[in-house]
């Protein structure tokens, strides 16, 4: 039979690995939650790619500019470049390209 304190050795032994573990499972965690968040974003740009899609054949004539100015706005608004240099990217701060689209098609 093991001595106590073999037995204590294992005991702290096992805590360690607990201990690890529990680390490596938030890790985990924090990484699923990124992903999560990652995705999230990737297929609201998706959304708003063939929404830009669809912009592109406004501007050919099927709809009225107005409606086309309108829908770039929108875009812009929502945070995304519109004008021919970024389209459909993300927009960080204001961006003199897409302003100056919007002042053509508005
Ligand atoms: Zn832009």
Known sequence: MASPLKILEQVQLLEGQLAA?????????????????????????????????????MEKGTVTSGEAARVLGKLYEDGYHICNVNYGGLRKGDCLFCLQSLQRSG
Do not use: Q
């Open 21 to 57: 573990f529990a680390e490596e499972l938030d890790r985990l965690r924090v990484w699923v939650e990124e992903l999560t968040e990652e995705n999230r974003k990737l297929s609201l740009e998706n959304a708003h790619l063939s929404d830009g899609t669809k912009t592109h054949a």
